[in-house]
């Protein structure tokens, strides 16, 4: 693959597109910050850069505290590159166990478990039928909403638009107008994915009451075997929606996909609960690492 000479780091834009989505079907990454949407959307909460480092095409950035970070390279001779930074200084985020597998590992490399950032794995078909007991409470609840609710549940289209972004307004009322820049910028990024969905390829399904959204989740494929799902948002005065909308996601996308990734917890305690409980089949577990 050619890869455009990069004399300088940049921002990333949306004429990368095309070169990254072709880099990443070629590489078949496992954690769910290596999509281009995702990446894009992010773009400004987390100041993604690009530029060549040893050939090697690298994603730099910033965390939502000002730390400066790389992502594993992403063409190349990835290591070459990952030890050129590492050496000058810098420190690498999203480090998987299929990339510290493919090299012997620096001399002096401090590699630490990032918990807070591990991508929670689950089987397609199991949140698409929410089979056996372990399930009971996710399906009462969906019952409750049925029961209560005239609602249709559609493929996300342009005609949505406005009705989720209504909801992500409402949404962000409901906790104090997302003081928080890393909830600021998170709802930011899903107002800009619901008005991208079609250009940067995002599918997703919507929840209606009497043609109101009442819920959305947008996604994508991340490699052969998984989806990711980017943003899911419910009303929060409508008991059951998260679990209809988390559940047809399942149901009506990327049934030739094996596992459905959720993407991490950020450490939020309420948030965690909630994805353990719907029974993950394994964490994507990821590191940071720093040179000695």
Known sequence: MQIPDYPAMRPLEMADRELLQEIFRQLQPQISELTFANLYLFRKAHAYAVSLVEGSLVIFARG????????????????????????????????????????????????????????????????????????????????YFASRHEFRVEPFSAAHIPGSLELLRKWRETRGGAASPPLSLEIEANAEGVQLAEELGLCGVVVLIKGRVAAFALGERL????????????????????????????????????????????GEPGLRSAKLSYQPVRMVKKYRASGS
Not at 86 to 109: I, K, R, T
């Open 64 to 143: 939502y505290g000002g730390e400066a970070y790389f992502l594993p390279p992403i063409s190349g001779e990835r290591w070459e590159a990952a030890r050129m930074l590492l050496a000058l200084g810098h420190s690498l985020y999203g480090v998987d166990e299929a990339f510290l597998g493919e090299q012997v590992l620096p001399a002096g490399l401090r590699v630490m478990e990032d918990r807070d950032n591990w991508d929670y794995l689950y089987l397609r078909e199991e949140l698409a039928t929410l089979p056996g007991r372990r399930f009971h409470k996710k399906k009462n609840r969906i019952s």
């Open 223 to 266: 490699n052969r075997e998984s989806a990711v799902c980017h943003f899911e948002k419910a009303d929060p005065f409508v008991e059951g929606a998260p679990q209809l909308v988390n559940r047809e996601f399942s149901r009506l996308l990327f049934n030739d996909c094996t596992f459905v990734n959720r993407e991490q917890d950020l």
